[in-house]
């Protein structure tokens, strides 16, 4: 080997090497394998976004799960086998592990294990960009955290990148681990009031112009959408949770100024400590006039993520407010064939297309929500025009609302310095 190779073999060798991580699920009652798979594309894509490769996927099929580790003792045995063979950095569940199960699975594998709730705070935590979402997340992190102190705590934040704390292994020592954490948690709870106070005063200074909102599953295009419509440069990745902090900008079309606010995205399972730590986000969405429903109708789970989204916004209370739905990444998506060509295909063709007929979506929509969709594709811009059209629309029913007298031709004089955005 010659010195320059030597040396190659040198820094390759001491490179980082990406850790890996094989996924766990258990299956319950009348899911179908279909499901199972979409559930566990969805977990292999928050690994991703996470910086981790997943190398492998186990199943079990069970009433309920194991209340010691999840899973059964010959599945435990097999991830085990698995994990030591090969050499994985850490096993991730799509479900939340209670703090016991946590604690007997890592004495079990012998390396880190991350239940969905912890690799989505994580996840968030990476992407957090402003003093708020920062706050927001290691408070909803400490809050999870909190409960799963055991003999196994030094190991996890030396792992996970959390806080130091003092090594030892004792009783005192996780009692005192726990009282700081008690104490951080508080401490970042005042943090967040103060910062809420901000966005109060923020939100109070934009009243008398209507307030449009982007929502939507996470990953849908809502960022790409919003760059579209106030041509600005916000980050939008093919990656979840591209967006953490929200976003708000000013538009003005058709001489009517509105916000337009990019959110969060929503997904299945969305930890509840960071629902109840995002509430100032969220308040983004619950005093909004309008949402924008965002929904990716490439994927083939998309009817699932609208329910998702619809039912979210329930819970934080914003389920009553005017929806626009738009269903983005057409470009993405087989449309309906012409008759003659159908009549070519074969049976088994048909069997394995996923065709989707526009026009029957369209009127299905309508009929069961009143609100009919629109049909674009943000990255390419097709039907921009439509939907901006469908947009003001939407917006002046808003600003009528707020200025009853509003003239079609009367142009609105809007105070940038008095009313500004983020």
């Known amino acids: 080997m010659s010195k320059f190779s030597r040396k190659l073999q040198k820094l390759y060798d001491t490179a980082p090497k990406q850790e890996t ?11 179908s394998d279909q499901l199972i798979d979409e559930h566990l594309d969805e977990l292999a ?11 492998f996927r186990f199943t079990q099929k069970m009433e309920k799960p194991d209340i010691k580790t999840f899973v059964g003792k010959g599945k435990l045995e097999e991830i085990q086998s698995y994990v030591e063979h090969f050499a994985v950095d850490m ?25 969905r ?35 196994m705590w030094t190991h ?31 401490l970042l709870r005042q943090k967040l009031k103060e910062i809420e106070k901000q966005g109060v005063t923020q939100r109070k200074g934009r009243k008398g112009i209507v307030r449009v909102a982007l929502v939507g599953y996470t990953n849908v295009g809502k960022s790409t959408l919003m760059n579209l419509v106030t041509k600005t440069d916000i980050l939008a990745e093919n990656k979840l949770f591209a967006t953490v902090d929200s976003t708000v900008r000013k538009v003005v079309l058709e001489n009517i100024p509105f916000l337009l606010s990019d959110t969060v995205g929503f997904i299945r399972k969305l930890p509840t400590h960071l629902i109840e730590s995002f509430k100032s986000t969220l308040d983004e969405i619950r005093e909004a006039d309008l949402l924008v429903h965002v929904v990716d109708i490439s994927h083939p789970s998309f009817e699932d993520h609208i329910a998702v989204v619809t039912q979210t ?7 009553d407010k005017p929806v626009l739905l738009v269903f983005n990444k057409i470009d993405l998506v087989e449309t309906m064939p012409s008759e003659e060509k159908i009549m070519e295909m074969t049976e088994i063709e048909l069997q394995e297309s996923d065709f989707k007929d526009f026009d029957a979506l369209s009127e299905a929509y309508e009929k069961k929500t009143g609100i009919q ?33 509003y003239l079609e031709d009367q142009v609105v004089i809007w105070n940038s310095e008095e009313n500004s955005s983020d």
Do not use: C, W
């Not at 894509?45 to 190398?55: D, I, R, Y």
């Not at 096993?91 to 239940?115: A, G, T």
């Not at 939407?394 to 200025?403: D, G, P, R, S, T």
């Open 21 to 31: 991580a094989v996924l766990v699920t258990v299956v319950r009652q009348n899911e």
């Open 45 to 55: 894509f928050l690994t991703e976004t996470l910086g981790v490769k997943a190398v």
């Open 91 to 115: 096993v991730i569940f799509d479900d939340d592990l209670s703090p016991s199960q946590m604690k007997n699975l890592e004495n079990e594998l012998k390396v880190k294990v991350y239940d």
């Open 117 to 151: 709730s912890l690799l989505i705070l994580d996840i968030f935590l990476q992407r957090a960009q402003t003093a708020q979402a920062k706050t927001q997340v290691e408070l909803a992190r400490f809050q999870y955290l909190l409960p799963r102190l055991t003999r």
């Open 156 to 186: 996890l934040e030396r792992q996970r990148g959390g806080t130091s704390t003092r090594g030892g292994a004792g009783e005192k020592e996780i009692e005192t681990d726990k009282r700081d954490i008690r104490n951080k948690i508080t």
């Open 313 to 319: 916004l329930r819970e934080i209370n914003a389920g």
């Open 373 to 405: 969709p629109v049909f674009m594709a943000a990255g390419s811009g097709k039907n921009i025009e439509e939907f901006r059209e469908r947009l003001v629309s939407e917006v002046k029913k808003q600003h009528l609302k707020i200025y009853p007298h």
